[in-house]
């Protein structure tokens, strides 16, 4: 790391942590795989500002915080709507934006959805990897900013930015917020050992998440379910992963779930249907949709060829006008002489 700048915190919002695409292979030592809950997102913040899908950015819930940026660079919102403004003004989501030195970003309570993700060009936030991972673990204090959300005066560090090829083509189109309706999912590893008329209840009836949710898990409501009755031994768990308590309410186990459960478990959500589900709202009417492992693999494949697509795009459109900034000292220069002027 060289020439290292921070970001400071005037306002810590609310729940806003570091993370990634998260820490893997080490559930079997008992930590969490943690990472972004709406990956989609933070990998198209990442894309926008040419980073790897994986850089380190800021992930907030429900009202973002306030940061003040200590030397230039360029960023990227995504997510839920927040409502970000630069220095007062209203931003775009989905487009890479343009900061200098003393600049503010702010953002208002969510009108929907949940999570909402900010990255910073040039490698993203850099905070220590713990465990091949930046990302933050709240239950065991783990990566991130020491293991927490921000707090009020936090400086997180960054590596201050110049140049960002194809910079006013660098936006991706906002879609039309719809509740989804229904949410896909593959039967899970105890989807068996529910009866026949359990299974038909699990996808035919209303679900809404409850209030108790999180980021280990969203408890959902609905009538409860027939519960199995056999002993279970416990097993690892996977992101999506929809267990049935005993009191037949559904959990879908998210980013900071335990490593291992004892519950059944009747069903997964496919991957290419979890941004919609962490981003629902409380209260939201939903249905679960049974596919094929096929079709969940398509799915996924044709979310990230838009990914792909796009920056494809990008590239092709480097030398395209309007030209973005493109020599790191030309820019450097016009800084010295902008703040000496």
Partial sequence: MHNVATIEVLNSGFAATVQDLGRYQYQSAGFPVSGAMDQASLKLANLL???DANAAALEFILAGPTLQFQAPTFIAITGAASSPSLN???IALNQAIA???GDQVQFAPMATGRYGYLAVANGGLQVPMVLGSR?????????GLFGRTLAVGDALPFEPCYVLPSLAHRHAPVPAVKAPGHIRVLKGPQWDLFTPA??????QQTYQISQQADRMGYQLQGEPLPVPTENLISEGTVLGNIQITRNGQPIVLL???????GYPMIATVIGADLASFVQMSAGEDFQFELT???TARALLAAQQQVLTTLAASFAAQKYQAPVGPARTGAQKLAQ???HRG
Avoid: C
Wanted: glycine share 8%; aromatic share 2%.
């Fill in 198 to 203: 359990a299974q038909s209840q699990f996808l």
């Fill in 99 to 101: 900061i200098q030195a």
């Fill in 49 to 51: 500002v040419n980073n």
């Fill in 255 to 261: 980013a900071d779930r335990q490593t291992a459960g």
């Fill in 336 to 338: 010295i002489i902008t």
């Fill in 88 to 90: 007062g003004q209203p």
């Fill in 292 to 294: 094929a492992l096929n």
């Fill in 135 to 143: 990302a933050t673990t709240l239950k065991i204090q783990l990566g």
